[in-house]
């Protein structure tokens, strides 16, 4: 079956500017996270959705950083004002996450990532 | 101190060779572990999960987690060209409710096997 797909998959950008990343997640997946990977620094998480709950936003690492997930499925990751330091390449990961069946169903399902670099 | 920390290599084998990757960690939360396995340019796939002490096998991976001393390793029998990649270790603490399972990553391990 279709994976978790990201786009786009290289986004080059001036510094300043803003950024939106796509996520769409495996079909009946009702978490879905954001990470940032990132040369010297590996994976970092940034945020999680799990159905209409509010979502953990507890990894981003500023007010620039915004996620919203519509209808419960698509999911975009803004970045404003751009900078260097946000160069990396951001994952998206889904998965079927039981809050009754524990954490096992919580196997995340990583997409290719977005590779965005900021001149 | 990281929370996660993981030698990051490169380690580079022989074909045929046992390898063993290897992970500490500093905060007992941690109950449930994950090796992922990652191509260049590729989004990291799982390749085992445990969330017990003790030992785990599938094919030629072995998992094993000895939660008193905050250790896990993966050992990979037979190393074969297709297994050059990096290797990241994960874990999470369990949350009740809706809670966020957010995986804290260790950096990851380039592996190379050499034909």
């Known amino acids: 079956g279709a994976g978790v797909s990201q786009s786009p998959s290289n986004k080059v950008t001036e510094k300043g500017k803003d950024v939106e990343l796509r996520c769409d997640p495996i079909?009946?997946?009702?978490?879905l996270y954001w990470y940032r990977q990132s040369l010297g620094q590996g994976l970092e998480f940034l945020i999680y959705?799990?159905?209409?709950?509010?979502?953990?936003k507890s990894g981003l690492p500023s007010d620039r950083f915004s996620a919203e997930r519509t209808g419960g499925s698509v999911s975009t990751l803004t970045i404003q004002r751009t900078q260097q330091e946000d160069s990396a390449v951001y994952l998206c990961?889904?998965?079927?996450?039981?809050?009754?069946?524990?954490?096992?169903?919580?196997?995340?399902?990583f997409g290719p990532g977005t590779r965005l670099t900021v001149l | 101190q990281k929370e996660v920390e993981q030698d990051p290599g490169p380690l580079s084998v022989p074909e045929g060779a046992i390898v063993s990757l290897n992970c500490t960690y500093s905060?007992?939360?941690?109950?449930?572990f994950m090796w992922y396995r990652q191509y260049s340019r590729k989004g990291p796939e799982l390749l085992m999960y445990?969330?017990?002490?003790g030992n785990k096998e599938d094919g030629r991976f072995t998992a094993q987690v000895d939660k008193s001393s905050k250790y896990i390793s993966l050992f990979i029998r037979d190393s074969q060209p297709s297994d050059s990649a990096t290797y990241l270790c994960?874990?999470?603490?369990?949350?009740?409710?809706?809670?966020?399972?957010?995986?804290?990553f260790g950096k990851g391990t380039k592996l190379s096997v050499i034909p």
């Open positions: 990961a889904s998965s079927t996450r039981s809050r009754l069946a524990g954490p096992h169903t919580d196997t995340q399902y």
């Open positions: 079909s009946g997946h009702t978490a």
């Open positions: 959705f799990q159905g209409n709950s509010a979502p953990d």
């Open positions: 905060n007992s939360a941690f109950q449930y």
């Open positions: 445990t969330y017990s002490s």
């Open positions: 994960a874990m999470s603490a369990i949350s009740s409710g809706a809670g966020s399972y957010q995986l804290t």
